[in-house]
């Protein structure tokens, strides 16, 4: 199949969610339904503390990806629900684990799951989620669907891992950071994008086409993410502002401003990323300093080329309404305020 590049209108260009939430609404019903009926469970804690988060206002990206994958190559049967469910599961399992490493207090603007529950009953939830969503691989019977999601979900692991050995150590490199973020978010967005190609028996180039795009989106997404970090208000994103900051985390707009700091500026991230200078004034200083240096300009500019690149991996499959809502959600991610 040619590749055949479709030009965007000016309006267009600001990206926009709507096109993809249409296209998928029908699916989404299906999929929501299914992660319904398995975070069920005898025991009332486990559907009580999985609800708490599944039904805090999440946009669902990562299986609406699955299901407009599963339109753009015209799949027409039904394997992708339950898989877009594994996926989400995955997905929450994740970011309830997350929120009990990192201490979070908010998240998706209410209280984070681990403190209404408690941090046991949160990792052990978050395991139960795993587990379901490795019995919807198995009963969709696919070795190779089975090996994609998985093998996602080690790599998640490992970024995970990776984040937090990075965690207060001023010479992390751009390098580290992205390797990072590929591992931690895109691997899902890749594996979420790729089966849809798998079940619908495509070409090896159009599967890798879809994980490039899942790939390239997941590394603009979390872009975006870290620069907000420093960028926007605590209502708008629905976490604490600064958490990055406070958690000495190394993401790019620090990165940067290190990079481009004076020794006093440096001398500053270093106390402030060791943990030394956490107070709100001392966020305040960052903000400046990262201003200063265009450090959050730049982390946009860098996720803008990724989701370009998110695009471009589209141009192998004709136009129509699922390449336009894809191409749409690739800039809605890095045009986003939250």
């Given amino acids: 199949m040619s590749a055949e590049v ?19 609404a029908h699916g989404m019903n299906q999929v929501n339904q299914v992660i319904l009926d ?8 486990i559907p009580a503390l999985a609800g708490h ?14 299901l407009a994958g599963a339109d753009l190559v015209g799949y027409s049967g039904t394997r992708h629900y339950k898989l877009a469910a594994a996926v989400e599961f995955i997905h929450t399992a994740t970011l309830l684990h997350d929120d009990v490493v990192d201490g979070s207090d908010l998240r998706r603007g209410k ?13 052990l939830v978050g395991d139960f989620l795993f ?12 070795l190779k669907v089975l090996k994609i999601l ?3 979900s080690a790599i998640i692991a490992e970024g995970e891992v990776d984040q937090l050995t990075a965690q207060r150590k001023i010479d992390t490199s751009e390098q580290r ?3 990072i973020i590929r591992a931690k978010t895109a691997a899902l967005f890749a594996a979420a994008s790729r089966i849809a190609a798998v079940v619908a028996e495509c070409s090896d180039e159009q599967e890798q086409a879809l994980d490039e795009y899942g790939r390239n989106l997941g590394v603009a997404f979390q872009l975006i993410d870290d620069a907000l970090d420093y960028d926007s208000n605590a209502a708008a994103m629905g976490k604490d502002r600064g958490d990055d900051f406070r958690e000495g985390k190394m993401t790019l707009p620090v990165i940067l401003a290190y990079a481009r700091g004076t020794e006093e500026e440096r001398e500053f991230w270093k106390a402030a990323i060791g943990g030394f200078r956490t107070e709100d004034e001392d966020l ?22 990724f989701a370009q690149r998110a695009i471009d991996a589209l141009s192998i499959f004709p136009d129509g309404k699922a390449r336009r809502a894809m191409t749409q959600a690739a800039l809605f991610a890095v045009a986003r305020g939250y």
């Fill in 53 to 66: 988060l599944i039904s805090g206002g999440g946009k669902r990206l990562r299986p609406m990806l699955t």
């Fill in 38 to 45: 398995r975070m069920q469970s005898e025991v009332p804690l």
């Fill in 284 to 305: 305040d200083h960052a903000i400046q300093l990262i201003e200063r240096h265009q450090a959050v300009s730049d982390t946009k500019l860098r996720a803008r080329h």
């Fill in 111 to 123: 209280a984070a799951a681990n403190i209404i529950y408690g941090n046991p009953a949160t990792v």
């Fill in 6 to 24: 479709i030009p965007l209108k000016r309006k267009e260009l600001e990206g926009s969610i709507e096109p993809m939430l249409s296209l998928t």
């Fill in 150 to 152: 998985s093998g996602a």
């Fill in 177 to 179: 950071y992205l390797h």
């Fill in 131 to 142: 587990s379901r969503s490795f019995e919807l691989m198995t009963e969709d019977g696919s």
